[in-house]
């Protein structure tokens, strides 16, 4: 089993900044990625990017240069930068996490972000 607890999110006006964490713990010997997704409402579920051994995936196309992901391996913690806010940022964040041996995926509880003025 593993655990992922979210924090950082909340309202912020156009053009400001917040940062997600994502703290995991339990059974990670098997840990491939950690990475973030978000969920708008009416919308399907999006991959922002994913952090493995290899380093940083390519961002979905609406945040690059934008968000930004990084990873805390000492505390297994994960991290998403987001600057420059939209109101089409608004959405439930969730952390994610795949594990092999044997294959399994994690999701966070998501936490709600609110980009409006």
């Known amino acids: 089993q593993v655990q992922l607890v979210e924090s950082g999110g909340g309202l912020v006006q156009p053009g400001g900044s917040l940062r997600l964490s994502c703290a995991a713990s339990g059974r990670l010997d098997g840990l491939v990625t950690m990475g973030w997704f978000r969920q708008a409402p009416g919308r399907q579920r999006e991959l922002i990017g994913f952090?493995?051994?290899?380093?940083?995936?390519k961002y979905l196309e609406s945040v690059e240069g934008r968000f930004f992901i990084s990873r805390n391996n000492a505390t297994n913690t994960i991290f998403l930068q987001m600057n420059n806010l939209k109101p089409e940022d608004t959405a439930v964040y969730y952390c994610?996490?795949?594990?092999?041996?044997?294959?399994?995926?994690?999701w966070g509880q998501g936490t709600q972000v609110t980009v409006s003025s």
């Open positions: 952090v493995s051994k290899v380093g940083v995936s």
């Open positions: 994610h996490v795949n594990i092999i041996g044997p294959v399994d995926e994690y």
